[in-house]
C-alpha cells in the first residue's frame, strides 16, 4: 500500500496570501496524485488531477506541481472560504487508492 | 451530476445496513462508482470502487468479505451492502464518480454524494 503523509498538519495564513501544502508518497506514483478541498461539513471537492491539472471550474488561485514521491499544492491571493482541509491521494498503485491525512487551512 | 444518497443509520455490532446512491445528469453506465467513508474528525477512507460495466469490483482490505459494492445501470444507482458491521465501520460514507477527461478513465473522485452517517453501536 503507498502510504501518503501531508504536511504541515495546521497551516494559518492571512488573507491575500499564498499557501504551500506537501504531500509525499512512500513511493513513486509518477504523476498520478489528486487534491482535494474538503470544506466544513461538505463532501471533498477534487481541485487537481494527474499532479497538475485543475478540474473544471476550479480557479487559477490554485496550482499545483510535483512528480514520483513529492507533490506541492499551492493556493495563492488567499481568501475567507479556502478555509478547509486541504487531502492528496494517489491513484497509481490501487487498490487500494490512499489518502494523505490532510492539511487544515485557517485564514487568520 | 447529482448522487443523491440514502440509507445508513444506527445499527448495532454484527448487523446490516444498505447504502444507495441515485446518480443523475451523466451516462451512469460509461463511469467507475465508488465508496469512501470518513470516520467522525479523521481522514479519507476508499472502501470499493465498482467499473462501469462487466461487474469488475476491487475493496479494501478492511471490507473485503464484509461489504459488497454493486450497481444497477437500468437505476443509475450504486450500492454498498454492509454485512458483520463493527464499531470501527462508523464513519460517514459518500458515493462518488471516476472523471473521463478527453476519454480517458481517471481514477479519482470528481462528484460526491452528500454523505450518509452510518453508526455501529450497542
Known amino acids: 500500500e503507498v502510504v501518503m503523509t501531508q504536511s504541515p498538519a495546521t497551516l494559518s495564513v492571512s488573507p491575500g496570501e499564498t499557501a504551500t501544502l506537501s504531500c509525499r508518497a512512500s513511493?513513486?506514483?509518477?504523476?498520478?496524485l489528486a487534491w482535494y478541498q474538503q470544506r466544513p461539513g461538505q463532501a471533498p471537492r477534487l481541485l487537481i488531477y494527474a499532479s497538475s491539472t485543475r478540474a473544471p471550474g476550479i480557479p487559477a488561485r490554485f496550482s499545483a506541481s510535483g512528480f514520483g514521491t513529492d507533490f506541492t499544492l499551492t493556493i495563492s491571493s488567499l481568501q475567507s472560504d479556502d478555509s478547509a482541509v486541504y487531502f492528496c491521494q494517489q491513484y497509481n498503485y490501487w487498490p487500494p487508492r490512499t489518502f494523505g491525512q490532510g492539511t487544515r487551512v485557517e485564514i487568520k | 451530476v447529482q448522487l443523491l444518497q440514502s440509507g445508513g443509520g444506527l445499527e448495532q455490532p454484527g448487523g446490516s445496513l444498505r447504502l444507495s446512491c441515485a446518480a443523475s445528469?451523466?451516462?451512469?453506465?460509461?463511469?467507475?462508482m465508488s465508496w469512501i467513508r470518513q470516520a467522525p474528525g479523521l481522514g479519507l477512507e476508499w472502501v470499493a470502487t465498482?467499473?462501469?460495466?462487466?461487474?469488475?469490483?476491487s475493496y479494501a482490505d478492511s471490507v473485503t468479505g464484509r461489504f459488497t459494492i454493486s450497481r444497477d445501470n437500468s437505476k443509475n444507482t450504486l450500492y454498498l451492502q454492509m454485512n458483520s458491521l463493527i464499531p470501527e465501520d462508523t464513519a460517514v460514507y459518500y458515493c462518488?464518480?471516476?472523471?473521463?477527461?478527453?476519454?480517458?478513465?481517471?481514477?479519482?473522485?470528481?462528484?460526491w454524494g452528500q454523505g450518509t452517517l452510518v453508526t455501529v453501536s450497542s
Open positions: 462518488a464518480k471516476d472523471p473521463l477527461y478527453d476519454n480517458s478513465w481517471y481514477a479519482v473522485f470528481d462528484y
Open positions: 513511493q513513486s506514483v509518477y504523476t498520478n
Open positions: 445528469g451523466f451516462t451512469f453506465e460509461s463511469h467507475a
Open positions: 465498482t467499473r462501469g460495466s462487466g461487474g469488475r469490483t
